[in-house]
């Protein structure tokens, strides 16, 4: 805010009524972080605990569904087993053989055939779905379908197409072929085949055959899995889904399955093993994988039982931790309580406390720092007494060396300026009668041939006024070097002053800033006359022109049309030039003014008072604040230095705040000065708007520096 308004300092703290609330937060900050170390080393604990029981689990859950994967693919392994030791006991039966060697019989045999197939269906009632007994010529012998024998009438002609019939030619007599799935056209399901060659007499005659559907094989691995698990098959080559424990429905899509991801899986635990055959009779290249759930190794029981001793634990860990903060907080209170003496300012108490650890080393700082400060405090007091003197010396000094050369400056300025617009007052009466006369020289130049004679009597009036005009010129050329000496004379003038300001050190700084200020209006009146002189010098050229014109006009009358057009064009210029000349005759009388009133400016620039000082305060502009280092200080103004101001220039407003004897201050100010200084900027700064409350407390402020009785 730049209101101006005085604010009171924040009150200080009530120490006495903190040192109890202090005691009891320090034995509770203390009570309160060693429990939470002890919770978190606690909770670490059980943490690294349950990570290992996770881990342990993890791994236990791994391991079991690799074995289960493992038992599950050698079961599928004995699974084929069986199937091929009951096919071998089957075509053990004589009456495959009979059949071929005692085709007489065939009427009898047959339904002994029948009967062993209707046996391989009831040894397997879900497994085995279709059997039958074919001859090598491809006419099928004998068939039955679960349980049921097939009438001569329904066996099939030629069985030779079957996917099975030309590996089972391969083979030899007492092994088997087990066969990669399809469908059967029997059963409308996916089954796997057995079959071995009947050899008569050493010659291969027939095939006995039965399917085994995989929906069986999937009832079977289902049943032998943990609890949880699921399992499938794939075939390795065709990346097909043999089985899969987590369908029920009926094995019949034709194809089968792509192996793809698992989504049926029990869990992210997996496991895979393949499945081992002979490799010569069986073309199945199966893989069973196994899935299980992520274990929960947490029960309920087994968190009750931890929060228990965790509780148990942050028990026996807050009663040492209250006595161990106990320990440490009635010392450290009073070595508190000797320091809160100190801020108060308070150096009449010592710490009592005596001991060898880092709390006895703060109580010896503590009581070294009083009597450090006691000694300081007097030193101190030595310094202010020594230094105000200084000041009050300096300042008295400061304030002659300052009326004096106020009152030389004006004086000289005074009579210049005198001089100098009196003889500029003359030039323009000079130049308003040239004007005069050249305008009524236009006027009569348009006049016909009998104007004659009255324009050679104006052209010789005007030439009169021409010649005057040309020592009123001269005359100002010699006021012009007049007010140059003058401007040399107040230059050194002000060099003097910067001399005696320099010689008077830190309490010349407000008189070194009126030297300047005075220099510089003497650069500029010397600048001014320069260009004044130069003007003269132009127009004295340009005055010889208008006299020359003139005498070559009245010796051209008998011209009398040609003559009056050049002297309309004549008049015009010397009008022109005339204007300009006034121009610059009024530009100098103002600057001779401005010289006039430097006494008001010097006397605005003192402002009241100006007392160096070696403060801080803070600038604000816009939405920035910035500390800045006061110089020196009046009513008027503030003389500063900042290291961070940019983007400031003269003109701007910003709020000033100073703190004068506990009291902050926040006053708007108007910048009149921006100069680069070292690593920062040095700015001047005039107070504007000063509310009547702010002047009395900086007057006073002012007052008491200087050791003098306010009014």
């Known amino acids: 805010m730049d209101d101006g308004r005085i604010r009171a300092a924040p009150p200080a703290p009530d120490l006495g009524s903190a040192r109890v609330r202090g005691s009891r937060s320090l034995r ?3 009570t309160v972080r060693i429990l939470i170390v002890g919770l978190v080393a606690i909770t670490a604990s059980i943490g690294l605990l349950g990570a290992q029981i996770q881990h342990t689990a993890r791994t236990q859950a791994r391991t079991e569904v690799a074995d289960q994967a493992h038992r599950t693919a050698a079961n599928i392994s004995t699974l084929f087993g069986d199937w091929r030791d009951e096919l071998l006991v089957a075509s053990s039966d004589a009456a495959l053989t009979d059949w071929f060697e005692h085709p007489d019989r065939r009427a009898t045999l047959h339904g002994q055939i029948d009967a062993e197939l209707v046996r391989l269906h009831s040894t397997y009632p879900t497994l085995i ?8 010529e491809g006419p099928e012998l004998a068939r039955q379908v679960k349980g049921t024998p097939a009438t001569i ?3 099939s002609p030629d069985e030779s197409g079957n996917p099975f019939f030309k590996p089972t030619l391969a083979v030899t007599a007492g092994t088997v072929w087990q066969n990669v799935p399809y469908i059967s056209p029997d059963s409308k399901r996916w089954v796997v085949s057995n079959s071995t060659p009947i050899e008569v007499g050493g010659r291969k005659v027939a095939l006995l055959h039965f399917e085994a559907n995989l929906d069986a094989v999937r009832t079977r691995v289902a049943a032998q899995l943990a609890p949880g698990m699921r399992a499938r098959i794939i075939d390795i080559r065709t990346r097909q889904v043999i089985a899969d424990t987590s369908g029920q429905t009926p094995i019949v899509a034709d194809p089968l399955a792509h192996a793809g991801s698992w989504r049926g899986a029990a869990g992210p635990v997996r496991a895979a093993a393949p499945v081992k055959v002979d ?17 929960q190794p947490f029960t309920t029981g087994l968190l009750l039982r931890a929060a228990g001793l965790t509780l148990l634990a942050l028990l026996a860990i807050a009663v040492v931790a209250l006595s161990f903060a106990a320990s440490i907080a009635r010392p450290v209170l009073e ?12 150096l009449s108490r010592q710490s009592t406390v005596r001991r060898g650890d880092e709390i006895g080393r703060v109580a010896t700082a503590v009581n070294a720092a009083v009597v450090g400060m006691q000694e300081q405090q007097t030193a101190l007091q030595s310094a202010h007494e020594a230094g105000q003197h200084q000041l009050k010396a300096s300042h008295q000094q400061q304030q002659i060396s300052d009326h004096q050369v106020r009152l030389r400056a004006q004086a000289i300025i005074d009579e210049t300026s005198a001089a100098v617009l009196a003889e500029l007052d003359d030039v323009v009466q000079r130049v308003e009668e040239v004007r005069n006369g050249t305008s009524l020289i236009d006027e009569r130049a348009a006049v ?17 006024v021409v010649t005057a005009l040309g020592d009123s010129l001269r005359r100002v050329g010699g006021i012009a070097d007049l007010i140059s000496s003058v401007a040399s004379q107040t230059n050194l003038l002000a060099l003097n002053a910067t001399i005696e300001s320099a010689r008077a050190g830190s309490a010349g700084a407000a008189f070194s800033v009126v030297a300047r200020e005075v220099k510089e209006l003497a650069s500029t009146t010397a600048h001014s006359t320069g260009e004044i002189t130069s003007t003269i010098g132009a127009l004295e050229g340009e005055v ?3 006299a020359s014109a003139l005498a070559e006009m009245a010796g051209n009358v008998a011209g009398i049309d040609q003559a009056t ?18 121009d610059r005759v009024a530009h100098a009388v103002a600057q001779i003014q401005a010289m006039a009133d430097i006494t008001e400016g010097l006397e605005r620039r003192v402002g009241g008072e100006r007392i160096v000082l070696t403060e801080t305060g803070a600038l604000t502009h816009g939405t920035e604040r910035h500390e800045v280092s006061v110089l020196d200080l009046s009513r008027a103004g503030v003389h500063c230095t900042a290291a961070s101001v940019t983007g400031l220039d003269s003109g701007d407003t910003v709020g000033v705040e100073l703190t004068l004897g506990g009291d902050l201050l926040q006053i708007p100010a108007t910048v009149v000065r921006v100069e680069p200084r070292n690593a920062g900027q040095d700015l001047g700064l005039r107070l504007k708007g000063l509310p009547s409350e702010a002047g009395t407390r900086i007057e006073a402020y002012l007052t008491g520096l200087l050791g003098r009785p306010t009014d």
């Open 153 to 155: 009438a329904d066996l």
């Open 544 to 546: 010889s022109a208008v």
């Open 335 to 346: 070595v508190t309580e000797v320091a809160e003496a100190l801020a108060r300012g308070d």
């Open 279 to 295: 490799d010569g009779r069986n073309g199945n290249r199966w893989r069973v994988e196994v899935s299980a759930p992520q274990p």
């Open 129 to 136: 779905d279709e059997a039958c007994y074919i001859s090598f």
């Open 565 to 582: 057009a050049g002297v309309t064009g004549v008049t015009r210029q010397q009008q022109l030039i005339v204007d300009q000349l006034r």
């Open 448 to 464: 016909t041939g009998n104007a004659t004679r009255d324009l050679v009597a104006q052209a010789g009036a005007a030439d009169d």
């Open 28 to 30: 509770r900050a203390l």
